[in-house]
């Protein structure tokens, strides 16, 4: 199984803990609890951080969901159709690009650490918003921490040129993911559908 980079850390530590706990054991069976919990948890931070390889749909009209999770919302903001995904913790915490295009800029924003699901998250936690260009407009992904993601991580940088499909992030321990697009996109989804990343088309720009 492929994994983030990011999550090696977590992995090698709980290992190296879990086998100090281990040897520890001696002098007490707490030691021994203390061991199985590391253990576990090394375990669950290879399948959190996991990078399963997707497929692509290849026409260039589509809009691919930028994250794995529950698609929360749809509604509109500043002329653009919003879907709002929530990602638990046991989702994919990658991001994808939706669309091809040109990174314009990448802002990030310290916030709260309200629970992904609470209606205010958008707005108040702490997010990192990439906004992409190309052909057919603007599209902006919003990478936003929830009440166990303390940190967020950005994959790209202005200028940088990048295709559908392409990891521009990361987001550690259940979290929230928006994306902006043109409001004339025809939307394919529904809220409550379960969407994959880099591989769900959540929209489609017709001419």
Do not use: W
């Not at 589509?62 to 698609?71: L, Q, Y």
């Not at 929830?146 to 967020?152: C, D, K, P, Q, S």
């Amino acid at each position: 199984m492929r994994m983030a980079k990011e999550g090696i850390p977590f992995v090698v530590n709980s290992f190296v803990a879990g086998s100090v706990f281990l040897l520890a054991g001696y002098f007490g069976f707490i030691f021994y609890i203390l061991a199985i919990l590391s253990f576990i948890f090394g375990l669950f931070s290879v399948f959190f951080f996991r990078d399963p390889v997707r497929q692509v749909p290849s026409p260039k009209s589509f809009i691919i969901s930028p994250a794995d999770g529950k698609v929360m919302e749809i509604t509109s903001d500043r002329g653009f159709t919003v879907v709002r995904i929530f990602l638990s913790v046991f989702n994919v915490h990658l991001q994808r690009s939706p669309v091809s295009g040109e990174v314009v800029s990448v802002e990030y924003k310290k916030g709260k650490f309200l629970p992904a699901m609470d209606k205010m998250a958008h707005s108040e936690n702490e997010q990192n918003i990439i906004i992409i260009k190309n052909a057919n407009g603007f599209f902006e992904v919003k990478q936003i921490a929830g009440i166990i993601a303390r940190r967020i991580i950005c994959y790209v940088r202005p200028g940088q040129i990048i295709n559908v499909g392409d990891k521009i992030g990361l987001i550690r321990f259940g979290s929230q993911v928006d994306i902006h697009m043109p409001s004339s996109a025809s939307i394919n989804i529904h809220i409550g559908d379960k969407v994959v990343g880099a591989k769900t088309v959540i929209g489609e720009i017709t001419q």
